[in-house]
DNA sequence: AACTATACCTGCAAGC
DNA sequence: TGCTTGCAGGTATAGT
């Protein structure tokens, strides 16, 4: 489900409903997810605390807490969180349960189990699940010479180093295809290739389409009031991304499809050309 | 060091 | 209908 759109749509719609809310218990499923639960930790920071904050660094979600922890949710591909009434019936896949204090629960459900929870004490307990992640794409430090500083004399394709999330925070395999086509940069050009100008182009891009997704609410689903959820609209204005063999919305040549690190990835080949540069 | 492949899971759609 | 195959929005790791 989720790239940093998404998760912060889903942000978005849970702060209103969390802030001031006290959770007054919690359970979980037996399933392991991709970090085990932490059932210690929830029982000695969480329980009984009030929340004062939802935030979000890149594609996690924090949930702070009065005495300075934090329940930090990852949702993978398939994790989806939402407020449901305690009764509401329970479904497949619903992993953890936040009870509050007013009759309705936070729950997080996933479907493949690649999502996670952890919960940090402290504010250094919290900066050090952050350490390896780079920087927040839409935040001011993102720019064109901390791209080209970054990717050094890296030969990576481009398209993987700005999935690298050392580098660049929340940016995942929908959203990159998308950028690179608005910058008119191939995805299999080398990062270390990309001229200053080009990276200018690149972060313009990346701003724009990631701000784009979150006012249309994410090219998914944000289900996080009540159970029937809301389908986000971005996917109407995806240019290449899962578009094979249809036409280029800008040259009306076929979008092309390849896989790089075993991902998807789109592009047309006539507005993103892959430049031949000896260095 | 840099980069790629693989593993982790379930569900769905397409093809036979 | 039922089976098999391939694919899916992420990331840590093992391997080259």
Sequence with gaps: MPELP???????????????????????????????????????WVESEEVVAVERRAKYILIRLANGAAVIFHLGMTGRLGLFPVRSPRVKHDHVRLLLDNNLELRFNDARRFGSIQVAGS?????????????????????????????????????????????VAGVGNIY????????????????????????????????????????CG?????????AGGEAGYFQQKLQVYGRKGQPCR??????????????????????????????
């Design 176 to 215: 990159v295809s998308e950028i690179l086509f608005c910058a008119g940069i191939h995805p299999l050009q080398p990062a270390a290739d990309l001229t200053l100008k080009q990276w200018q182009l690149a972060v313009r891009c990346c701003r724009k389409i990631l701000r784009q997704a979150i006012v």
């Design 218 to 226: 994410g090219t998914t689903i944000a289900d996080y009031v009540n």
């Design 6 to 44: 998404e998760v912060e749509v889903i942000r978005q719609g849970l702060s209103p409903h969390l802030l001031g809310r006290r959770i007054i218990a919690w359970r979980c499923s037996n399933k392991k997810l991709r970090l085990p639960m932490p059932r210690k930790a929830l029982t000695s």
């Design 123 to 167: 504010r250094e307990g919290i900066n050090d699940i952050f350490v390896s992640i780079g920087l927040e794409p839409l935040g001011r430090e993102f720019t064109a010479t901390y791209l080209l500083t970054k990717a050094g004399t890296r030969h990576q394709p481009v398209k993987n180093f700005l999935m690298d999330s050392r580098v």
């Design 250 to 279: 800008r040259c009306k040549n076929p979008v092309a499809r390849i896989v790089l690190a075993g991902r998807s990835s789109f592009f047309c080949n006539n507005c993103q050309r892959l430049e031949k540069r000896q260095s």
